[in-house]
């Protein structure tokens, strides 16, 4: 038990363009999905708590204009990179809880802006 | 200073040794002590996760935590070159949002 989804698991778009990417819990409802971010070589960067049907809680420093996450259900949260650049390229990774500690984590997704 | 400091190696190990990994952490509200193992270009793996001082195995694996000194550690006996990866630790608490070590990438030599 315990898988989350993540969908596309790469991604190459335009400048300029916007990319959206699922995360979906596929055996357990979700009471929360984090949005993570990761660098070549570095940890995870927590970028926003996500919350059924409630606005998303952003990080300092992370756009919550050009981030937008939608939690329209217990089972899923979307991630929309609004506007890419190259410098939003990286690998972004979803995670979701059950009402336990554990955090179980999505594949992540490749983003490349061109 | 970050909330979780791990030296990020890499570790270099021969098959059958043992890996020793730490992180040593600051905010004594920290409940929640987790060890992730993450291939290149995938999502990270729990492993383990622990809430009490102390030792706790599984299989290969122990993960020891002391909270007093604020230093968690992951021991993986009988190495083998299919656990070469990087292992993260990662600590909440009960809040869910977790703050992440460096990451140690640890390679297991056949």
């Known amino acids: 038990g ?6 596309p ?3 190459i778009c335009k400048s300029g363009t916007s990319v959206k990417i699922e995360c979906r819990s596929l055996d357990f409802q979700a009471t929360t999905m984090f949005w993570y971010r990761q660098f070549p070589k570095q940890s995870l960067m927590l970028m926003a708590t996500s919350n059924e049907g409630s606005k998303a809680t952003y990080e300092q420093g992370v756009e919550k204009d050009k981030f937008l996450i939608n939690h329209a259900s217990l089972t899923l949260s979307t991630l929309t990179v609004t506007s890419a650049h190259p410098e939003d390229s990286s690998f972004y990774i979803c995670s979701a809880n059950r009402g336990e500690p554990e955090a179980f984590f999505g594949q992540g997704t490749r983003l490349t802006v061109v | 200073q970050k909330e979780v400091e791990q030296d990020p190696g890499p570790l270099s190990v021969p098959e059958g040794a043992i890996v020793s990994l730490n992180c040593t952490y600051s905010n004594s509200a920290f409940q929640y002590f987790m060890w992730y193992r993450q291939y290149s270009r ?10 009490s001082s102390g030792n706790k195995e599984d299989g290969r694996f122990t993960a020891q935590v002391d909270k007093s000194s604020k230093y968690i550690s992951l021991f993986i006996r009988d190495s083998q070159p299919s656990d070469s990866a990087t292992y993260l630790c990662a600590i909440h608490s009960n809040d869910y949002k977790l703050s992440f070590g460096a990451g140690t990438t640890v390679t297991v030599r056949a």
């Open chain 1, 2 to 7: 315990a898988v989350v989804s993540q969908h």
């Open chain 1, 9 to 11: 698991s790469r991604v």
């Open chain 2, 42 to 51: 995938k999502g990270p793996e729990l492993l383990m996760y622990t809430y």
